[in-house]
């Protein structure tokens, strides 16, 4: 089994602050690594596919990028709607895991 | 658009069964992949299986395997997560989400709790 373990565990950060989030890959995964981010009484929402690839609708301010064994997202200027949860998740094989999730909130 | 509504979640005995389904719309749902993925309330993401497309191939979590069976109805866009042999540790918020290397779409999960 895959383990992503994300860094840090949770983030108190300042509106319009950058925020970088890691997920390192027990094993390589290539690029087959995603990122969500989920708010309180909220399903998860996809953010990034294929480490760097923006879904649609996502504002440009989240990025992603990494391939092999790390990853990072990054938040450009910290909105105040971007308190949440973030977790990765990985697609290069079974059984699929999830990062155990980064918790951003705002100073 | 994309909609997903998951129902059949409430409170089991340990030891017995539930059958979960997903009722998806707004979308061709016989040419995607799908997945169970729960979440204990307040605690992280755990994935729970996968069906492919044509429901040929499963993929079950160590932690559910064997117990869990993932199943589709293409004809009637439906996914189906039959639980059984619940534990305690199964209660949790079980969400579908619909496949594209990540997932997608996301139902608003419907919540199982395992309780004597």
């Known amino acids: 089994e895959i383990v992503l373990t994300q860094s840090p565990d949770s983030q108190s950060v300042t509106p319009k602050e950058r925020v970088t989030i890691t997920c390192r890959a027990s094993?390589?995964?290539?690029?087959?690594l995603h990122w969500y981010q989920q708010k309180p009484g909220q399903s998860p929402k996809l953010l990034i596919k294929?480490?760097?690839q923006s879904f649609s609708g996502v504002p440009s301010r989240f990025s992603g990028r990494g391939s092999g064994t790390d990853f990072t997202l990054t938040i450009n200027s910290l909105e105040v709607e971007d308190a949440a949860t973030y977790y990765c998740?990985?697609?290069?094989?079974?059984?699929?895991?999830f990062g155990q999730g980064t918790t951003v909130e705002i100073k | 658009q994309v909609q997903l509504v998951e129902s059949g979640g409430g409170v089991v005995q340990p030891g017995r069964s539930l059958r979960l389904s997903c009722q998806a719309s707004?979308?061709?749902?016989?040419?995607?992949?799908m997945h169970w993925v729960r979440q204990i309330p307040g605690k992280g993401l755990e994935w729970v299986a996968v069906i492919t497309f044509d429901g040929d191939n499963k993929f079950y979590a160590d932690s559910v395997k064997g117990r869990f069976i993932i199943s589709r109805d293409n004809s009637n866009n439906t996914l189906f997560l039959q639980l059984n042999s619940l534990k305690t540790d199964d209660t949790a918020l079980y969400y579908c989400?619909?496949?594209?290397?990540?997932?997608?779409?996301w139902g608003q999960g419907t919540l199982v709790t395992v309780s004597a």
């Open positions: 989400a619909r496949d594209l290397g990540g997932a997608d779409h």
């Open positions: 094993q390589s995964i290539g690029r087959s």
């Open positions: 707004g979308f061709n749902f016989r040419t995607y992949a």
């Open positions: 294929y480490a760097s």
């Open positions: 998740h990985q697609s290069d094989s079974f059984p699929r895991t």
